[in-house]
């Protein structure tokens, strides 16, 4: 079982920072992926930022440089700093990570960027 808590989501003014963390109960080194997702109300969930195993990542264009994903061993956490935010960067943000094959999602947090 893998479970997977996110914390860090709030309101934010757009030009701000704001910075997400993710809690597995594995350690995040043996995922061979976690990522960080977005919904937007009415919109499909989208991939804003992903790292694997070997530490490589990939970030949505929308994101690149603005947003900074790592992996915390000691705490076994998932970060996503989020800065320069925008009011489309409002979504629920949901942690996600492949263990063994298998897809594991959080329960999500909200960021909100007023304008």
């Known amino acids: 079982q893998v479970q997977l808590v996110e914390s860090g989501g709030g309101l934010v003014q757009a030009g701000g920072s704001l910075g997400l963390s993710c809690a597995a109960s594995r350690s995040v080194f043996s995922f061979r992926t976690m990522a960080w997702y977005r919904q937007a109300p009415g919109k499909q969930r989208e991939l804003v930022a992903r790292?694997?195993?070997?530490?490589?990542?990939n970030y949505a264009d929308s994101v690149k440089g603005r947003f900074a994903i790592s992996r915390d061993s000691a705490r076994d956490t998932v970060s996503l700093q989020m800065s320069s935010l925008k009011p489309e960067d409002t979504a629920v943000y949901y942690c996600?990570?492949?263990?063994?094959?298998?897809?594991?999602w959080g329960q999500g947090t909200q960021v909100t960027v007023s304008s």
């Open positions: 790292v694997d195993i070997a530490g490589r990542t």
């Open positions: 996600n990570g492949n263990w063994r094959g298998y897809e594991y």
